[in-house]
C-alpha cells in the first residue's frame, strides 16, 4: 500500500470516524460523500462507539500471504449502537466462538504489516465485550 | 433494436494449463468459435478478463487477441466486472450487434490463474480493498459469511450446502472441458479441508485457466453461418454494493434478483418458462441463493433443492449441468463466456449424454464479486 493511501485513511482507522447523513441519518463507515440511502452530499463526521455486535462471521483458514502466520482467525461484520457496519477480525478468544449476536469491543490493534513498503498498518480489532 | 444471435462457439479445456499462456488460451477458444460458425473475419472484440494484470502482468487484451488472432485493425476492448467480465462482455457484444453498428462480433473471457501469483489476494481485490481486504478478508471468507447469514434466517445447513458439490461434480464428470471430471460423495465433501468457516474445499470453485468465446450476428443473417443459430432473448445486469459489509441483508443476493427481473422483462418470461440454467456457484452457497434469486424456487427452500432433485439433470429446473464454477472450473473471466457456450450447446441440442431433453429456453446467470454485480442473459434456440 502506498504511504499516502496509508496517511489518507488514518481518520477511519484510528479514530473510527463515520459518516453521518444530515438528512436522514444514515451512518456510514468509512464516511462518503454521497449518502447510499438518500443520495444527500451533505454529510457530518461522527465518532463510532467502540462497540458492536456480530451481525455474520467466519473464520479463515487460507489467508492472503499477508496474513499467513495469524490464520485461523476469526472475522466479522460488526454493527455498531449508531448503525454502522464494519468488518474486522476478532480476536482474544476461540474464533470457532465468534457466531452472530456475539457483543464486541472495538480495540485499537496492528491489524498486518505491508510487505511492500513494510508500513505498520493499524485499526480496530473485535474482543469480546467486557474482556 | 435488432434481433441477435450466437452463431459459433469455441472453449479451451479448463485445468491447471501450464503449457499454455493466456494468450494461447484466447486464441485457442476465438478460433474455435470462428471456425464453427465458419466465419473468415471480425467486425469487433470484446474479452472479458478480471485480473490480467495482477496474474500474469499483461493489460491491454482486446488488441493482445485481436494481433495474435491475426485480424489486422479489428477494435479490441477488455471487458471488467471482476468474475462477471465475461458475462459483461458478452452483453457489450450484443449492444454492439443490436444497435446496428457491427454484425460479426465476439465475446470472448479469459484467465490465466496459475502462473505463480497470490491468488487469494488476486481475487480479494473484485471485493473492497479499503473496508474488506485491510482486515484480512478473503472470497471464500465472505462468501462464508453469506452462507452463515443464510443458515441464520433460513436454517440452511452445511449437508445442504454439500449436495449442491455432489450435483456439481455428477454433471461435470461427464463434461470433457471439466477440470475435475470426476464424482465425490456427501462425506468428502463434508470432510474436505476448512477454507472459511463454514466452507470447505469442496464447497469452492477451484483456480483454473481456461478461455471461450462466442460469435454473435444479426439474426436475419445467421443462416448464412449455421443452421442452427441460438438467440439471445435478453440481457439483464445490475449492480448491489461493492462491499458485503453494507448490503442490508446479507443472506440474499440482491443483485441476481434485480438482474433477473431485468432479463425476464425483456425476455417477456417468468423463472417457470426456463428448461435450463447456468447459474454462478463460486461457493455452494451462492448456488443455493441463486435457484431462489432467479425464482426457481420460493426464498428459504433453496436448501432443498439439490438434494431433492429438483435441479438435478432431468429435474424440473436443471441447473449447472456443465458441472459449474465447481467442477468445470472457474477461470473468473471466462465464467460468463463459458456458461453461454454451454446453454448454446443444450439449446443446439449437441450436449450428448448431459442433454436436457426438449430444452429450448436457456439461462446464464455470473457474477462478480461478493454479490455486487450479476449479468444474466436468456437464450432461445431458433
Redesign the interface.
Known amino acids: 500500500m502506498p504511504s499516502p493511501r496509508y496517511i489518507r ?1 488514518i481518520p477511519a ?1 484510528y479514530r473510527l470516524e463515520a459518516g453521518r447523513c444530515t438528512e436522514c441519518g444514515q451512518v ?1 463507515y ?1 464516511a462518503r460523500k454521497v449518502c ?1 440511502s438518500c443520495r444527500n452530499q451533505n454529510i457530518e463526521k461522527v465518532r463510532l462507539s467502540a462497540k458492536g455486535t456480530v ?13 499467513l502466520n ?1 490464520a ?2 476469526a ?3 460488526v454493527e455498531t449502537p449508531e448503525g454502522a ?5 476478532i480476536v482474544d478468544c476461540d474464533p ?1 466462538a465468534v ?2 449476536g456475539m457483543l464486541v469491543d472495538l480495540e485499537f490493534r496492528l ?2 504489516e505491508e510487505k511492500k513498503s513494510g508500513i505498520l ?1 493499524y ?1 480496530h ?1 473485535g474482543v469480546p465485550a467486557g474482556t | 433494436m435488432r434481433e441477435v444471435a450466437v452463431i459459433g462457439t469455441g472453449m479451451t479445456r479448463f485445468g491447471e494449463l501450464w503449457d499454455s499462456s493466456l494468450r494461447d488460451l484466447s486464441v485457442e477458444a476465438a478460433l474455435g468459435a470462428l471456425a464453427s460458425a465458419g466465419a473468415e473475419t471480425l467486425d469487433s472484440i470484446y474479452v472479458g478478463n478480471m485480473s490480467a494484470g495482477q496474474f500474469v502482468g499483461q493489460e491491454h487484451l482486446g488488441a493482445l487477441m485481436a494481433d495474435y488472432l491475426g485480424i489486422k485493425g479489428v477494435p479490441g476492448t477488455r471487458v471488467e466486472s471482476a468474475c462477471a467480465s465475461g458475462g459483461m462482455a458478452l452483453r457489450s457484444a450484443f449492444f454492439e450487434v443490436a444497435s446496428g453498428m457491427s454484425d460479426l462480433v465476439l465475446a470472448a473471457g479469459v484467465e490465466k490463474m496459475n502462473d505463480g501469483a497470490d491468488v487469494t489476494g488476486v481475487l480479494a481485490t473484485a471485493s473492497d480493498q479499503e473496508v474488506e481486504v485491510y482486515y484480512g478478508a478473503t472470497f471464500p471468507g465472505l462468501y462464508a459469511m453469506i452462507a452463515r447469514a443464510h443458515m441464520e434466517k433460513y436454517g440452511t445447513t452445511v449437508e445442504d450446502m454439500s449436495w449442491v458439490s455432489v450435483k456439481a461434480h455428477r454433471n461435470g464428470a461427464k463434461n470433457p472441458n471439466a477440470q475435475f471430471r470426476r464424482l465425490v460423495s456427501l462425506e468428502d465433501v463434508m470432510t474436505s479441508t476448512m477454507v472459511a468457516e463454514p466452507l470447505r474445499m469442496l464447497h469452492c470453485s477451484p483456480v483454473t485457466d481456461g478461455a471461450a468465446a462466442v460469435l454473435l450476428c444479426p439474426l436475419d443473417r445467421a443462416k448464412e453461418f449455421t443452421d442452427r443459430p441460438v438467440k439471445i432473448l435478453a440481457s439483464g445486469a445490475a449492480s448491489s454494493t461493492l462491499s458485503l459489509t453494507h448490503r442490508k441483508d446479507m443472506a440474499d443476493l440482491d443483485v441476481v434478483e434485480l438482474s433477473a427481473e431485468r432479463a425476464y422483462k425483456m425476455a417477456g418470461l417468468t423463472p417457470g418458462d426456463i428448461h435450463l440454467a447456468e447459474v454462478h456457484d463460486c461457493f455452494a452457497i451462492a448456488e443455493i441463493c441463486c435457484y431462489e434469486a432467479l425464482g426457481f424456487v420460493e426464498r428459504g427452500k433453496g436448501k432443498d433443492a439439490a438434494r431433492d432433485g429438483v435441479t438435478d439433470l432431468g429435474g424440473k429446473i436443471p441447473v449447472n449441468i456443465s458441472g459449474g464454477l465447481k467442477s468445470k472450473g472457474h477461470p473468473v473471466g471466462a465464467t460468463g463466456i463459458a456458461q453461454a457456450v454451454t446453454i448454446v450447446e443444450q439449446l443446439r441440442g449437441e450436449a450428448g449424454e448431459s442433454q436436457v431433453e426438449g430444452a429450448r429456453i436457456g439461462l446464464a446467470q455470473n457474477m462478480g464479486g461478493s454479490g455486487a454485480s450479476s449479468v444474466i442473459h436468456i437464450f432461445q434456440g431458433v
Open positions: 485513511e482507522r456510514v468509512p447510499p451481525v455474520t462471521s467466519t473464520v479463515i483458514h487460507v489467508p492472503p500471504d499477508e496474513f495469524e485461523p482467525y472475522m466479522a461484520v457496519r464494519l468488518m474486522t477480525q470457532s457466531l452472530p491489524v498486518r498498518c485499526g480489532k
